[in-house]
C-alpha cells in the first residue's frame, strides 16, 4: 500500500503556483494584488465624543451691529446733532417751570394779593414736579429705546458699544450721573467729540457707549 508522498502525508495538494506549496510572487516591479476583497480606503482620525468644534473664523464684511467680529461702528451722531438734541430735551424739561417762575415774579411785582401769591406758589410747585417727573421719563425712553424726545427729533440713539443694546433704565441713570465728568474739567468733555474717532464724551468713554445716527 502506498502512503504518497513521505514529506506530505495527509493526502493535501499544495496550492497552485509554485512547486513546494509556496505562493505565486509578482514579477519586479509589478506591486503585489491582494488576494481577496476590494482594498480598504484609508479613514481619517476620529475625534472623540464631547471632543470641542474648532470655531469658525470671522467674515468680514457682513452687516451688523456694533462690537461684532469683521464690524465697524454705524454713523456716529455729529456735534451739533447731540447738542441740538439736549438742548431740546433740556427746553421740554425745565421750559415750563421757567416760565412760570417768571410770571410769578412779574405778578408779585404788579399785585400784593396774598391769594395771587399762593396761586402762583402752587403753579410753580407742580410744575417743578412736572420737570422731575419729565426727567425719569426721559431716561426711561433713552433707556429702552436709546432715544430721549430730543434724540428722536434730531435722528440719533444712544447704544451700548460692545453689543449695540439699548441702555436699560439703571445704566442710562448711571450715564447721566457720569456726565459729571464732563463738566469738571471746565467742560471739556463735553466738545471732546469734535475731534475724538468714536465721538465719545468722557461719561460714553466709561460707560462704553456711542451716540449713533438713526436717520
Known amino acids: 500500500m502506498s502512503f504518497g508522498d513521505p514529506n506530505n502525508p495527509y493526502g493535501q495538494q499544495p496550492p497552485q503556483g509554485q512547486p513546494g506549496g509556496y505562493p505565486q510572487q509578482a ?34 464684511g457682513m452687516p451688523g451691529m456694533p462690537g461684532m467680529p469683521g464690524m465697524g461702528l454705524p454713523p456716529l451722531a455729529h456735534w451739533g446733532q447731540r447738542v441740538g438734541a439736549y438742548l431740546l430735551d433740556l427746553l421740554i424739561m425745565v421750559g415750563p417751570m ?43 425712553k433713552e433707556g429702552s429705546t436709546g432715544q430721549t424726545i430730543g434724540k428722536k427729533a434730531l435722528g440719533i440713539s444712544v447704544l451700548r458699544e460692545a453689543d449695540g443694546r439699548t441702555l436699560g433704565f439703571g445704566f442710562a441713570f448711571v450715564r447721566k450721573l457720569a456726565h459729571f465728568l464732563d463738566s469738571i474739567a471746565c467742560y471739556l468733555g463735553f466738545l471732546w467729540p469734535l475731534w475724538d474717532q468714536k465721538k ?15 436717520k
Open 200 to 214: 465719545q464724551t468722557f461719561a460714553d468713554k466709561v460707560c462704553n457707549t456711542v451716540v449713533i445716527k438713526v
Open 27 to 60: 514579477p519586479q516591479g509589478v506591486p503585489p494584488q491582494p488576494q481577496y476583497g476590494y482594498p480598504q480606503q484609508p479613514q481619517p482620525p476620529q475625534q472623540p465624543y464631547g471632543y470641542p468644534q474648532q470655531p469658525m473664523p470671522p467674515m468680514p
Open 98 to 140: 421757567y416760565l412760570v417762575m417768571f410770571i410769578t415774579g412779574a405778578s408779585s411785582s404788579g399785585s400784593g394779593s396774598s391769594d395771587a401769591s399762593a396761586g402762583l406758589s402752587i403753579l410753580s410747585l407742580i410744575t417743578l414736579l412736572y420737570a422731575i417727573g419729565m426727567g425719569f421719563f426721559q431716561l426711561y
